[in-house]
């Protein structure tokens, strides 16, 4: 049976200072929405956006 080696992750990311930098993750795409709503209520002079990434689950088992 196949195992699946990544896992999906949903970064927010805020354009502060002319770069992209993440602020927070969340493991579904419908927890990242409400973030970024929340985020763009509470920050609105600041673009945010959210990027889909794969993360090897090998190197969350061994930060956990």
Known sequence: MYKR???DEYQIQGFYSGTWETVTTEETR???K???KC???N???IIHRIVKK????ETLDKVA
């Not at 794969?54 to 689950?57: A, P, T």
């Open 39 to 41: 985020y763009n209520e």
């Open 5 to 7: 080696k990544t896992v």
């Open 54 to 57: 794969r993360v090897k689950i």
């Open 34 to 36: 409400k973030m970024l």
């Open 43 to 45: 920050e609105s002079t």
């Open 30 to 32: 419908q927890d990242a």
